[in-house]
């Protein structure tokens, strides 16, 4: 049987895709040993996501290892070796204000343990797919030096700018301000390009913007819009950083990115690179989406606003994502932030 390996299988984005591969067809082995409650104390935890996998998917097996432990790493790839058909590798310390606390350890994970996963597929399923969930902070505050416009509830770009329709894999990684977590996942996007160039492996880096879907686990460092929602529900103030409010964030739903990782994995192309997200089709500022949430569950939203932004934070980004239609043209945005909203309150 076909074998998907998938870190941060209980993360949205590894609970979305076990679920997916699982049906069609591959025996899932899941990596996950639930640190983000580690990072972010008991409500961070993704125990429930890993127990629903469980209860619901007849070939998963969920392995609790650090993606750190090179050996227990090597291991199961060993074992599996030649029935590895996919890497799907979406674990990560993905906190800004975490890793300035914990510099090491967020290298260690985000840098170190991509590392481990590369050389492990390479040393035994180097035909493999490798799909990396890399990140726009890879950028670091390049997108704020834009010519941005202030409207009444975002910044935003000329419609005849380049980027207006979103920013592509152009743009410079170089002499900006990227935070400590930034620069970890930035290691690791270029270690997956190299194993692509270098080794000859089906390495694809996902630059995202927000992601977001019913199994995520927001909290206040992480996840957006869900922990957005959750506060709403919970009548919890929410803190906006800096910007007005009016920070712009594209978002794409969990399954729609998921669905972009089963294009590649029909067709890998080595050493891919490309940014997405919800692009024009699905982005909002926070006083937009905080408007989207009063006017669909009926409450009022408490918030308070601080104006020192966080460093490295972007003003404004919308990914562009053309060049991944044009590589996989059957693939389509189908789920805007109005949507994905819904989803998210649905859940809680």
């Not at 961070?44 to 469980?54: A, F, Q, T, W």
């Not at 890793?99 to 590392?115: E, I, M, Q, S, W």
């Not at 997200?277 to 937009?288: A, K, Y």
């Amino acid at each position: 049987m076909s074998v998907a390996i998938i870190t941060g299988s209980g993360g949205l984005v590894g609970t979305e895709s076990c679920e997916f591969f699982h049906n069609k067809g591959l025996k899932i082995i899941g990596i996950d040993n639930d640190y983000r409650g580690y990072y972010f104390g008991k409500n961070g935890s993704v125990k429930e996501n890993l127990d629903i996998l469980k209860r619901k998917l007849k070939s998963f097996v969920n392995i609790a290892i650090d993606i750190r432990n090179r050996s227990a790493i090597n291991k199961i790839f060993r074992e599996r070796a030649k029935n590895i058909k996919l890497v799907i590798h979406s674990a990560a310390q993905p906190s800004h204000d975490f890793a300035a606390k914990k510099p090491y350890l967020d290298f260690d994970v985000n840098a170190g343990g991509t590392l481990n996963l590369l050389e492990a597929t390479r040393k035994y399923s180097p035909n493999a797919s490798f799909i990396f969930l890399s990140t726009n902070k890879v950028y670091g505050d390049k997108p704020n030096i834009l010519p941005l416009i202030e409207f009444e509830s975002r910044w935003d770009l000329d419609k005849k700018h380049k980027y207006f329709k979103g920013v592509n894999e152009g743009m410079s990684i170089d002499k900006s301000l990227h935070s400590l977590f930034g620069v970890s996942k930035l290691a690791a996007d270029i270690l997956v390009q190299e194993y692509g160039k270098y080794f000859g492996l089906n390495t694809v880096v996902f630059r995202c913007g927000c992601i977001a879907g019913s199994y995520q686990v927001g909290v206040k460092d992480h996840g957006f819009l869900s922990y957005l929602v959750k506060c709403a529900i919970t009548n919890t103030p929410y803190t906006i950083y800096g910007y007005k409010g009016k920070q712009v964030r594209d978002n794409i739903h969990s399954s729609d990115l998921v669905n972009a990782f089963w294009e590649y994995f029909k067709k890998p192309q080595p050493s891919s690179v490309y940014n997405i997200g919800g692009s024009r089709f699905s982005n909002c500022s926070v006083l937009e989406a905080i408007d989207i949430i009063k006017a669909i569950t009926k409450k009022d939203f408490i918030y308070n606003y601080s104006e020192e932004p966080r460093k490295g934070d972007h003003k404004w980004w919308i990914s562009r994502v053309s060049l991944f239609k044009k590589h996989y043209p059957n693939w389509r945005l189908t789920k805007n932030v109005k949507v994905i909203i819904k989803d998210l309150i649905e859940k809680n």
